[in-house]
């Protein structure tokens, strides 16, 4: 398995409920980001969290870190059907002397109106 | 201010011919990077430019290479394109370590 794997892979909702995806990572990371991609197109950031960081909120959006068990979770409440996309986490991770950002499949989110 | 702007939006090559793919960062970013999306592969690293320079390569055969120019904007060219060359190829653009990525919208590639 790779680092950043999201689970579920896919996920199908009704409007109004929340949706919740994790990111599991096996190596010590920078940060953590967790990025939105509607339909195939370029990908939107949403949220950063950094590696001594435990929580973050951002609108609807709540994302938490739990670095002993190498996860993180986004939550997103109250959804809507503007809401279907892929999202994407992925962990910025030390690469030497360089810096290396590492992507996970995604979860495919639906939310029904 | 404008975004991260790509170019172009779909591109449509044989196999064994070259493909050059454009990227301009937003206005003052240094830092550009280049991914590849194909279907059920999720996002490749392929590379890495700051202040003009080759900073990381993912694992990619050497026909991917590309550049960065003065302005920061880059070039990804791929030569002897392969029908597996077929994806979505997204550019992003940073300020400094540890900021998050602002991607645009991406160029598809098609090789038939």
């Known amino acids: 398995s790779q680092q950043g794997e999201e689970d579920p892979q896919a996920l199908s909702i009704q409007e109004g409920e929340n949706a919740t995806m994790n990111c599991s990572y096996k190596?010590?990371?920078?940060?953590l980001q967790w990025y939105r991609q509607n339909s195939g197109r370029g990908l939107v950031h949403l949220i950063l969290?950094?590696?001594n960081e435990r929580e973050k909120h951002s609108g609807r959006l709540r994302v938490t870190l739990d670095t002993s068990k190498k996860s993180s979770s986004l939550l997103i409440t109250a959804s809507r059907a503007a809401d279907t996309a892929s999202y994407f986490c992925?962990?910025?991770?030390?690469?030497?002397?360089?810096?290396?950002?590492?992507w996970g499949l995604g979860t495919s989110l639906a939310v029904n109106p | 201010e404008a975004g991260v702007t790509q170019s172009p939006t779909h591109l449509i090559k044989t196999r064994g011919q070259q493909a050059t793919l454009r990227c301009s960062p937003i206005?003052?970013?240094?830092?550009v990077y280049w991914y590849q999306q194909a279907l059920g592969l999720g996002l490749q690293f392929l590379l890495w430019?700051?202040?003009?320079?080759?900073?990381n390569r993912g694992n990619f055969p050497p026909r991917f290479s590309g550049r960065q120019f003065p302005n920061y904007s880059s070039e990804l060219n791929v030569n002897a394109l392969e029908l597996e060359d077929s994806a979505l190829y997204l550019c992003?653009?940073?300020?400094?370590?540890?900021?998050?990525?602002?991607f645009g919208p991406g160029t598809r590639l098609t090789v038939l």
């Open positions: 992925a962990t910025e991770i030390n690469a030497g002397n360089n810096r290396k950002l590492i």
């Open positions: 430019y700051d202040e003009g320079e080759e900073r």
């Open positions: 992003a653009s940073s300020l400094v370590r540890g900021n998050e990525q602002f």
């Open positions: 190596t010590s990371i920078n940060n």
């Open positions: 206005s003052g970013h240094t830092s």
């Open positions: 969290i950094r590696s």
